[in-house]
């Protein structure tokens, strides 16, 4: 009895697992098992393999082959295991050396033809494999560039299981074959975010994005067609702080187990994603049929995620949002398998008036009954627009609006922004956080950050009274710390505190 044994890694989530991809060859009638919880596609892989090896000239065993997955208690998805176990096939029947390929992992799906196609993912499984102790790593020669984004780990390009071999019968000899790495492809320029410049007017609303961009606080916006409510949600994402490393590296990994890495760069912008309202629960959150998928909230992490046309998204599925909005994460829980996703977005939603969005106030030019009225904006439960911080009332352009000429450009309002993220950050290191978003309400309510009587006076009544949940009072501190903030003081006044709570109550007041 042979044995062979390399290295793989399988993506569950946007998290890698190191893999050790075990071969046994026996005596007995050709039968390829495969063990450690393989699901479908890794099960079918025996019928690329034979047909791979075939076609590079090599020998598929005609014996018993036990294929081990460990370790064996996690679920194994995906063609990417398919060139390991080839390399561990045959290391088992000794065509490779077995040490040899014992230290190097290996990445990639086989075509039947013998080529080694891209896998999604290859970021977060170089993580991983980092992490794992694994130095080198050989993958398709697409994912290469993506790759190499993690430093720390070598990594060798192929193209086909014949050019796998020769690296390893070459090394073997205690020489080194250096692969050719593909043509780099043309630079992919960043997606433009646009300008605040862009806004017409809307100057309320300019500074109430700047305060929410400082703070990182979620936005909800009220007005007519054509007002300015998606341009102004579109232009959040260029007055925020390039991503931090930490940051850039999740929100690549994430765009890599999605498909759509379309760079040699890790992702430095905010991302921006606006789903249609037509958007399903599991394309929202995540999940799915079979290995769960990252949603539209895990694809805004660390950036913005813009419902336009709020109320026409299906109750349920904004409801979702709730707890990820609290907890900066989704779970998504399966029979056999459990994935967290990152989610920690701004969130902003944009809401007509009416069905026809004409409604002014008076009443004048709206087409839409009382009730229609009235039932519209009570798509949007209580309990998600309580965690929304900032709610703006965005009025029609005027003449006069066109008249006053561009306000600031999103470079001199991100200059600020960067400012206000400096200090909020410095002062909330000691606790493991950066934005005053994050600060929980029972640290701001607590010495030494806690307010006079006098200057929560405001607050305290809102709150007796019932027009403010506990969560409110909490989110109008953390607001009223944003503004402090902005004026470059050390704490918050009760001027302050009536402007952060005049923020949150501007939809009630409408």
Known sequence: ????????????????????????????????????????????????????????????????????????????SGAGLDLAMAVAILAATRSLDPADVARVGHIGELGMDGSVREVRGVLPACVAALAGNVRELLVPAANAAEASLVSGIRVHPVRSLSDVVAFHRVRAQGKTLDLPWPEPGEEVEPEETGDLRDVVGQYEARAAIEVAAAGGHNVSMIGPPGAGKTLLASRLP??????????????????????????????ERAPFVAPHHSITMPALVGGGTGRPRPGAITEAHAGVLFLDEAPEFKRPVLDALRQPLERGFVTITRAQQSVRFPSRFQLVVASNPCPCGRYTGSGAGCSCATRARREYLKRLSGPLLDRIDVHLQVPAVTRADLASGPGESSEEVAARVREVRVRSARRWAPLGLALNAEVPGSILRSSPWSLTPADTATLDAALDTGNLTLRGYDRTLRLAWTLCDLRGADKPTKDDVYAALTLREGQQAA
């Open 238 to 267: 260029s007055i925020l702080p390039p991503l931090s490393r930490e940051e850039a590296l999740v929100v690549t990994s994430v765009q890599s187990v999605l498909g759509k890495v379309d760079g040699q760069a890790l992702k």
């Open 1 to 76: 009895m042979s044995f062979g044994k390399t290295k793989a890694v399988v993506v569950t989530g946007i998290d890698g697992l190191v893999v050790d991809v075990e071969v046994s060859v026996g005596q007995g009638l050709p039968k390829v098992v495969i063990s450690g919880l393989p699901d479908t596609a890794v099960s079918q892989a025996p019928n690329r393999l034979r047909s791979a090896m075939t076609q590079s000239e090599l020998t598929f065993p005609d014996t018993r082959l036990t294929i081990n997955l460990a370790p064996a208690s996690e679920q194994k």
